[in-house]
């Protein structure tokens, strides 16, 4: 199947291999999971200088980050004021900046946006690789869990790593699902702004799920997965649709595959065609085969 997605989120089928490129949970970029950089370091009260930093009340020594010089602040400002609409631009930056500081407090904010970056310019092994340099450091990076768990089952092309590689979307996926509802909404967005960024990064944590059960063959629990990002995403992913269709017509459930492959076909995108002939398809199937009742 061959099928070639919409500008605003760029997803390419070809010969089995899904390329993601610019998902919805971008939409939500700053909103979630990203750690600011901390303050610069302060010596404990009655310390003077030179000396070992205090240890906690515990003994446990506290972590200090490296120290911050003008230079490291300029370079990161100008990678930060670089817009993302010049990728190219903002990339270069970035990997210089990552390579002369490679200690930087700033990292979290660095890999967040290079993640985004390298999916937004379908350089996906780089996303994959950023993005995961990202949610060891922070593990707490739901966006980023939820951008690695759909975006490795969207992209991989099978091969001896295959279940290797949806083992980790599994793995990500659910730790987005479940950290995410915990988060407590930051002071500098409305609640409104704060339950969208929630609700698209769990729309695409549940998708990416979903799609590693289709990948799996397991229908039934890819269903519930796909049903439920396709509820609560504010702006949904007709791709989504399309897998609620696929896995829906695969288990059977004929009827509410017929529903999901013509709300994707009503939908503005390059898989408007094969959703309407998914649709017709699954009525066909309905028409002459049992439906499994759920």
């Given amino acids: 199947m061959k099928v070639k997605y919409g500008s605003r989120i760029g997803i390419m089928l070809a010969t089995g291999v899904l390329v993601l490129g610019l998902t919805s949970a971008a939409r939500a970029q700053g909103a979630m999971g990203q750690t600011p950089p901390p303050a610069s370091p302060q010596q404990p009260a009655g310390a003077t200088t030179g000396q070992a930093p205090a240890k906690a009340a515990n003994s446990v020594a506290l972590d200090v980050a490296p120290p911050v010089n003008a230079e490291e602040d300029a370079a990161f400002k100008k ?8 990728a190219t631009q903002k990339i270069a930056l970035g990997e210089a900046f990552e390579q002369k500081y490679p200690t930087s407090r700033y990292r979290p ?3 967040n946006t290079l993640t985004k970056l390298y999916l937004q310019t379908n350089q996906v092994q780089k996303m994959e690789a950023e993005g995961e340099k990202e949610v060891q450091l922070t593990p707490t990076d739901v966006q ?3 951008l690695l768990g759909q975006t490795i089952p969207r992209a991989m092309s099978g091969g001896a790593d ?7 979307a599994e793995d990500y996926s659910k730790r987005a699902i479940e950290i995410t509802p915990t988060i407590p909404r930051p002071p500098n967005i409305t609640d409104q702004q704060f339950a969208d960024a929630k609700n698209a990064t769990l729309a695409m944590a549940h998708s990416g799920l979903g799609l590693v059960y289709v990948r799996r063959g397991k229908y039934d629990e890819a269903i519930p997965e796909l049903d439920q990002s396709v509820k609560i995403d504010p702006q949904p992913d007709p791709v ?3 897998l609620l269709g696929l896995a829906n017509e695969k288990a059977s459930h004929f009827q509410d595959a017929t529903a999901a492959f013509t709300k994707c076909a009503s939908m503005t995108s390059s898989l ?6 998914g649709a ?3 009525k ?3 028409n002459t085969q049992l439906s499994v009742p759920k």
């Fill in 240 to 242: 989504n649709y399309y």
């Fill in 79 to 86: 990678f930060q004021d670089t817009p993302d609409t010049d």
């Fill in 272 to 277: 408007q065609q094969t959703c309407k002939s």
């Fill in 144 to 146: 980023t869990l939820a």
């Fill in 280 to 282: 017709e398809e699954a």
């Fill in 162 to 168: 295959a279940a290797k590689e949806l083992a980790k």
């Fill in 109 to 111: 904010i660095l890999y």
């Fill in 284 to 286: 066909k199937l309905g």
